[in-house]
């Protein structure tokens, strides 16, 4: 008799569902990288509708809980049933997708001095505007604008989406529902971000004054989070860290470190500036591992290199995954795990070594570098914790809808010394909790490369026996494990937060 992973029924669930999600990430990419107007994401949903209708969610519900708790069937029930909730939000929310795929490519904010600027651009203007006066008066155009049109339709989009998953009768409530298929606690992930917030508070109180008076000459009290963008573009570095030599330190980088910097041809390198393209970088998997599109929307200087190693980690990862994992090993799983890989690589902007190696930084100005990516990484965290911590009331259903805007810029200006919009409330949202997956993979990055310099030096990075081990022990395996069982096979540790308080302060003493 055939085990319930071994079933014919979840066979054909994984040939529909892979089937189903190269088209919708071939027409996401195509979308998001400005190669057309429009997502057109209705008609693919029609054309794939058995790979998440009744049938395929029933014979994955019904896995589920005939498999034996901790077996290879519950996982991959667990993975397919968390992914296809996601697919059957997705087709009734596609309406609304595309509504806002449209809204976004032709959107225009009115400049306070006439004229306007293309919403899917307006964050990297924002950050590159050093007048205060100035980004603010574009950030207050830009939320007047989102609140009036953008904001209703994510709202819509976020409350249907509660709905529908808690009516897929997992468990009592939304929260409760991502917690019994992510495997992941947001009770305790939350405790544990209040715990960060109050043990770097003294430290955040001390470095947020210094920045913003050598930076932007502004105090704590008046800056908002559209400063918080021109602050952490930190153009004073920009010339140590030139476009044109980006991608080939990068590529040198990662050969030297044995692996093939596009994975024999399966990564594609997307970096030009081109109209309609999102602001916000992005890996796109059409096919794993045989087609992987990075795409990276030029913003200047060392943000670009840090945006492209983060996407490379991405990449590097979908595009070395082993070919006979199953489709849910491959596609699906626990995103901590593919964002901890694209946070290892993206905290080499925070190593020494590698900025004396591959950038143009002088010694003597690699720890001044090092002071400022101390201070960005700890507004990073500690605007992350916050957005988890707001994400989980937005969902519990105790705070209604009016007054989740007030708590919004409560918790996150709260958290950051920065004043956030209202308007943002509804759009500043990571859907189904990623915020916890980015939480969760900074504490697995700083495992996997204390693991590194165990076993290859500190300088891992140029060791051409450390990227052959990463493909191998990491990549090879898809995303079969959650965060906390690769913590402890590669480290013999469990995650956490006081290996990057320890790092932060490093940068910052």
């Known amino acids: 008799m055939k085990s319930p992973e071994e079933t014919d029924g979840l066979a054909v669930l994984r040939a529909r569902g892979e089937a189903f999600l190269e088209d919708v990430s071939r027409e996401y990419h195509a979308a998001h990288a400005g190669l057309k107007p429009q997502a057109d994401l209705q008609p693919i949903y029609e054309r794939h509708r058995d790979a998440y209708g009744d049938e395929s969610y029933s014979t994955a519900l019904e896995i589920f809980h005939e498999?034996?708790?901790?077996?290879?069937?519950?996982?991959?029930?667990?993975?397919?049933?968390?992914?296809?909730?996601?697919?059957?939000?997705?087709?009734?929310?596609?309406?609304?997708?595309?509504?806002?795929?449209?809204?976004?490519?032709?959107?225009?904010?009115?400049?306070?001095?006439?004229?306007?600027?293309?919403?899917?651009?307006?964050?990297?203007?924002?950050?590159?505007?050093?007048?205060?006066?100035?980004?603010?008066?574009?950030?207050?155009?830009?939320?007047?604008?989102?609140?009036?049109?953008?904001?209703?339709?994510?709202?819509?989009?976020?409350?249907?989406?509660?709905?529908?998953?808690?009516?897929?009768?997992?468990?009592?409530?939304?929260?409760?529902?991502?917690s019994a298929l992510a495997a992941i606690s947001l009770n305790d992930l939350r405790a544990d971000c209040e715990k960060f917030l109050r043990d770097t508070q003294g430290v955040w109180d001390d470095v947020l004054p210094e920045f913003l008076k050598s930076r932007l000459q502004i105090t704590p009290g008046e800056a908002t989070r559209a400063d918080a963008l021109a602050l952490m573009r930190a153009p004073e570095f920009d010339e140590y860290f030139p476009a044109k030599d980006m991608e080939i330190a990068v590529r040198r980088q990662v050969t030297e470190m044995g692996i093939s910097p596009d994975a024999n041809g399966r990564v594609l390198y997307d970096t030009v500036e081109r109209a309609g393209k999102r602001a916000r970088a992005f890996c796109s998997p059409v096919r794993v591992p045989e087609e992987v599109h990075l795409v990276l929307r030029p913003?200047?200087?060392?943000?670009?290199?840090?945006?492209?190693?983060?996407?490379?980690?991405?990449?590097?990862?979908?595009?070395?995954?082993?070919?006979?994992?199953?489709?849910?090993?491959?596609?699906?799983?626990?995103?901590?795990?593919?964002?901890?890989?694209?946070?290892?690589?993206?905290?080499?902007?925070?190593?020494?070594?590698?900025?004396?190696?591959?950038?143009?930084?002088?010694?003597?100005?690699?720890?001044?570098?090092?002071?400022?990516?101390?201070?960005?990484?700890?507004?990073?965290?500690?605007?992350?914790?916050?957005?988890?911590?707001?994400?989980?009331?937005?969902?519990?259903?105790?705070?209604?809808?009016?007054?989740?805007?007030?708590?919004?810029?409560?918790?996150?200006?709260?958290?950051?010394?920065?004043?956030?919009?209202?308007?943002?409330?509804?759009v500043d949202v990571d859907p189904r909790f990623y915020s916890a997956r980015y939480l969760r993979a900074w504490q697995l990055q700083s495992l996997l490369n204390e693991t590194l310099v165990e076993?290859?030096?500190?300088?891992?990075?140029?060791?051409?026996?450390?990227?052959?081990?990463?493909?191998?022990?990491?990549?090879?395996?898809?995303?079969?494990e959650l965060a906390e069982e690769q913590a402890r096979r590669v480290s013999g540790k469990s995650l956490g937060f006081a290996p990057l308080v320890r790092a932060i302060e490093g940068m910052l003493a």
């Open 67 to 178: 498999s034996a708790l901790g077996s290879p069937g519950k996982r991959s029930a667990a993975m397919l049933l968390e992914w296809l909730i996601e697919s059957r939000i997705g087709r009734e929310l596609a309406p609304l997708e595309e509504k806002e795929f449209a809204w976004d490519s032709a959107a225009i904010v009115p400049l306070p001095a006439g004229g306007g600027e293309p919403h899917a651009r307006v964050s990297i203007t924002i950050a590159n505007t050093r007048d205060k006066n100035e980004r603010r008066a574009l950030d207050d155009a830009r939320a007047k604008l989102v609140l009036a049109e953008l904001a209703p339709m994510r709202q819509e989009k976020l409350a249907r989406g509660k709905g529908l998953v808690e009516a897929a009768g997992i468990a009592p409530s939304y929260n409760e529902t991502f």
């Open 299 to 426: 913003h200047g200087g060392q943000n670009d290199w840090q945006t492209l190693l983060h996407e490379l980690g991405h990449a590097l990862h979908f595009g070395n995954a082993e070919r006979s994992l199953p489709f849910e090993y491959r596609w699906l799983g626990d995103n901590s795990i593919t964002e901890g890989y694209a946070m290892l690589f993206d905290h080499r902007m925070q190593d020494a070594g590698w900025l004396g190696r591959y950038t143009e930084l002088r010694s003597a100005d690699i720890p001044r570098f090092l002071r400022s990516a101390g201070f960005e990484e700890l507004q990073f965290l500690r605007r992350y914790c916050a957005k988890l911590i707001y994400e989980v009331q937005l969902y519990s259903g105790n705070v209604s809808w009016a007054a989740l805007p007030d708590l919004y810029v409560e918790t996150l200006t709260a958290a950051t010394g920065f004043r956030y919009q209202r308007s943002d409330a509804f």
């Open 455 to 480: 076993r290859f030096n500190e300088d891992w990075w140029r060791n051409p026996n450390a990227g052959p081990w990463i493909v191998a022990e990491l990549f090879n395996r898809g995303q079969s």
